[in-house]
């Protein structure tokens, strides 16, 4: 979204000036009249003046060096400060202070400053989306709105902590398998390169026929040590149009949706979305988010655009007057049992907790398929190495034991 300067005067009467991003100068309006300032000249703004508005916090904006971990426990010392008492701009100061990572340290700075010039936190966080996400900083906005700002922090942190989990087991449980798969693409690469064709040349000295399978082998070999450029740009442009295609907002839907459909992976993708959707809307609820902008803000943070597209609907459903029930069931994403505990949920009057229930359910889920990953992809890969070596067999080893047989008896 486009970038735009404003000037604007607040309850106080002070001169207020600044950058905010939003799809048109309306927009911006908006946002401006949400943080009690009256807007006076709203322009779009160039990328140099934005980039200098910035300052230090731009820098860092795409920055790797903040890991999720350190917005981890920056929201736990949040909500450890804001519930002692303390005033949000000190806290944010003795963290800066405190912090180990420079880069974290020139972030809370920036924060600081935007408060300071009366902005208020969420929309201080905004520029920094690789940082806070739109859903982080839309459960930090509820939280300014209903006097629950440490709260929210502490649910932000188990929010945090829970993905943060999942990522770690699943990459735990993918590390054998991918090492695996590059040693055997490795294997297949030397082979093809550099030992194939050394059998190639004794076979050539015996000028015997050789058997289809070695011919294969040997065509094979002599391809890819001379085209090797060719196949290398052919995969390049192949990976390019995939990564440009999945940009693509249909590409995208497409992709998220085919995911869930993998063998074994598919199931704990769909597992994983759904215990985030789940428990960002327990989140949303618990923080006195209205259902309908739950739904709308869950589904910008599930993170696949067929689930989100299926969310979108069950919202739609809701602002038209209807049961969360129904518009789960005509989602068509949500299993039997769950179903009953919204409805349950929805009955009650405790929706959110229910919602947790389903997140807790499905949290458990995936964590015992992630457990036995490994133990599925195993035989999978042990059948992928024995085709292998019975292809080396096959094309290899048994011409040469043929032509070693022949050779004794001619003597």
């Known amino acids: 979204m486009p970038n735009f300067s404003y000037k604007g005067r607040n309850s106080r009467g002070e001169l207020m000036q600044g950058f905010l991003e939003g799809s048109d100068s309306s927009v911006v309006a908006d946002q401006l009249l949400n943080m009690d300032i009256i807007p006076i000249d709203i322009a779009i703004a160039s990328q140099g003046a934005t980039r200098k508005a ?36 000190r806290a944010l100061n003795g963290m800066r202070q405190s912090a180990r990572n420079p880069a974290l340290a020139a972030v809370l700075q920036e924060l600081s400053n935007s408060l300071d010039r009366g902005m208020e936190l969420s929309d201080a966080m905004r520029p920094y989306p690789k940082l806070f996400s739109e859903f982080y900083v839309s459960m930090v906005k509820v939280g300014e709105m209903t006097g629950q700002l440490d709260q929210v922090f502490l649910r932000l942190f188990n929010h945090l902590e829970f993905e943060k989990k999942m990522r770690d087991q699943i990459k735990s449980a993918l590390r054998y398998p991918s090492f695996v798969v590059l040693a055997m693409a490795a294997a297949m690469t030397i082979l093809n390169i550099f030992v194939i064709p050394i ?22 070999s002599n391809f890819t040590v001379q085209y090797w450029w060719a196949m290398a740009a052919v995969l390049g442009t192949v990976v390019a149009a995939f990564i440009s295609y999945v940009r693509t907002t249909e590409g995208r839907y497409r992709w998220d949706k085919f995911k869930l459909r993998l063998p074994i992976a598919g199931k704990i993708i769909f597992k994983a979305t759904m215990a985030r959707f789940a428990r960002s809307f327990a989140l949303a609820g618990k923080s006195g988010v209205p259902i309908v902008q ?40 949500f299993s039997p049992l769950e179903l009953q505990m919204i409805a349950i949920g929805e009955e009650t009057g405790e929706l959110d907790n229910l919602m947790e229930e389903v997140a807790r359910m499905y949290e458990s889920d995936v964590e015992y398929d992630v457990s036995k990953l490994s133990q599925q992809i195993e035989p999978i890969m042990m059948s992928v190495l024995a085709v292998m070596v019975l292809i080396l067999a096959l094309g290899i080893f048994l011409p040469m034991w043929d032509l070693g047989s022949a050779a004794l008896h001619k003597k």
């Not at 599930?302 to 597209?309: D, L, T």
């Open 54 to 89: 910035k300052g230090v916090g731009a820098m860092f904006n795409q920055s790797r060096k903040i890991e999720p971990l350190d917005i981890m426990l920056f929201s736990r010392q949040m909500y450890t400060m804001l519930k002692a008492g303390v005033p949000i701009m």
């Open 199 to 220: 059998f190639a040349k004794v076979f050539k000295g015996f000028g015997a026929e050789l058997p289809p399978m070695t011919r294969l082998l040997i065509g094979m």
């Open 294 to 333: 739950a739904f709308e803000i869950v589904a910008k943070v599930v993170e696949n655009s067929f689930i989100a597209q299926r969310v979108g609907q069950m919202r739609e459903g809701v602002s038209r007057g209807e049961s969360v029930l129904r518009t789960a069931i005509a989602a068509e994403i």
